[in-house]
């Protein structure tokens, strides 16, 4: 089995063996605090219920760095946060955990972002996002792969990339086409609904694997699908390289060109679900990267998000 560079001296998480200069994953989008609201029971619109409330970082692209580490790797970041206080501590944060932080991109007008959710026994309720440096920031988080600290035009990252939707569509399109990408592995995960259509442009380019589930493929494929094969199936027919789709307790469809397979997630008590696709999405590209085959990696992916899923919520 060939090891990835990050994996192959064996060093634990939180170090960056033979990669004396270059992580090798980047994670690009959204870092942030999460503020989680979870009752024990459903919830339902105008609820006023008891419960846990609890902080921690969050954002996609860091809840994705986060569980890389675990698996032994150390990827970089690249997004926006604010000059303050809270910026410090979530770079602090960061670091315990064993993730790069040297390449974001400090707003000294705006605030680091923060994600507020309410969870219950029937899911998530709602969420709202407050990314306004990322938003600010725009292209500018990607100049560290312009100006030769990650790569240059004539020298693109070779690495593997992971992108999610809270990155502007403008931005998106950007990468799809940029020189700059054109050695790069991408990984997109689509962080919600509400953005999937942002990853669009995504569909077409031959080196991006989607990650997304049933309700983001229909947002995308402007479709309804009642199942995640079905799903997997429109996407693909609209040129999409390689796709994940979940749906939820259902069944998981791979969809390639070599055709469709379906996994069953085990079955497992809910006890959180904010940040189950995020784990799911990093167990699969480290199983990818240890040189696991697809249904090896896939069901490392849905034990790794299973474990998550029925995980006591931390304090």
Known sequence: MNLHPALASGA????????TTQPAILCIGAVLWDLIGHADGPVHPGDDLPGRITRRPGGVALNIARALCTHGLAPALLSAIGD???????????????????????????????????????????????????????????????DGRLGQVSAPYPGVIVLDGNLGASVIREIAQSPLFACAELRVAAASGAKA??????????AATLYLNRQEAARICAA?????????????????HRVLVTDGGGDVTLGTA???ACFTPPPVRVARVTGAGDTFVAAHIA???????????????LAAAAHHISERIPE
């Open 224 to 240: 309804s699908f009642d199942t995640a094969r079905a799903a997997a199936a429109a996407l693909l027919a609209r040129g999409a």
């Open 258 to 260: 070599a055709g469709l």
């Open 84 to 146: 303050d206080a809270e910026g410090r501590a979530l770079c602090a944060a960061c670091a315990a955990f064993g993730i790069e932080t040297g390449f974001l991109r400090r707003a000294a007008d705006l605030p680091t972002g923060r994600y507020m959710a309410v969870e219950g026994a029937n899911g998530l309720i709602a969420a709202i996002a407050d990314a306004r440096a990322l938003d600010a920031a725009g292209r500018d988080i990607l100049a560290p792969l312009a």
């Open 12 to 19: 634990p998480p939180g170090q960056n063996p033979g990669m």
């Open 197 to 206: 259509e942002r990853i669009a442009p995504m569909l077409g380019h031959p």
């Open 287 to 301: 199983a990818e990267l240890r040189g696991a085959g697809p249904e090896e990696a896939v069901t490392a992916a």
